[in-house]
């Protein structure tokens, strides 16, 4: 992804939500520990484009963040499917 | 600059291609290329802050014609001009 036009930029104020606060501690966190924002960019820039643009910007940090641990052994796919599931039930 | 490189390239897609000149040398830091691939990215690669035109980067910019835009770009990810 990337180099495409965009268009006009629309400069909006917004707040960021609570679960956006969480990403980007978890980032910084995850960040201590060794996973480089390349490592991350790069998981970012191998989305499929419209899973890119249907993303909000921290949902593209989560998917990247999540990609890091799968693929460094930190957690299994099974294990996140797990708590996925616990979350959607908790609602 | 090299127009399609392969790998995590962190040069901005508009800049490609273009021409600028070395404004300064902003010392040497692990490759990104590497990082992303989880590596130590040593050697470390030489960083330099590149300027450019705007007027050459945009077909229509319409601001000052002495505006320049400058960015970080690694020794690897350019050519001789």
Redesign the interface.
């Known amino acids: 992804m990337g180099g495409q036009r965009a268009g006009k930029v629309k400069p909006t104020e917004h707040d960021y939500a609570d679960w956006e606060r969480r990403v980007d501690a978890l980032s910084v966190l995850m960040g201590g520990k060794g996973v480089t924002v390349d490592e991350r960019r790069r998981h970012i820039e191998a989305l499929p484009p419209e899973a890119y643009d249907k993303m909000s910007y921290y949902e593209r940090w989560i998917v990247a963040l999540t990609q890091a641990l799968i693929q460094r052994g930190i957690i299994t796919t099974e294990e996140l499917a797990r708590k996925m599931t616990q979350v959607e039930r908790r609602g | 600059m090299k127009a399609y490189p392969l790998g ?1 390239v ?1 040069t ?3 800049i ?1 291609g273009h021409s600028g000149v070395i404004e300064r040398v902003c010392g040497s830091f692990p490759n ?2 590497e ?4 590596r130590d990215g040593l050697p470390a690669q030489p960083l330099y802050r590149v300027r450019f035109m705007q007027k050459d980067v945009w077909p229509d910019y319409g601001g000052n014609p002495a505006d320049v835009v400058e960015i970080e770009i690694y020794q690897h990810w350019l050519e001789k001009a």
Do not use: F, I, N, V
Request: glycine share 0%; net charge positive.
């Open positions: 995590h962190r901005p897609y508009y490609r990104p290329e990082l992303a691939q989880m």
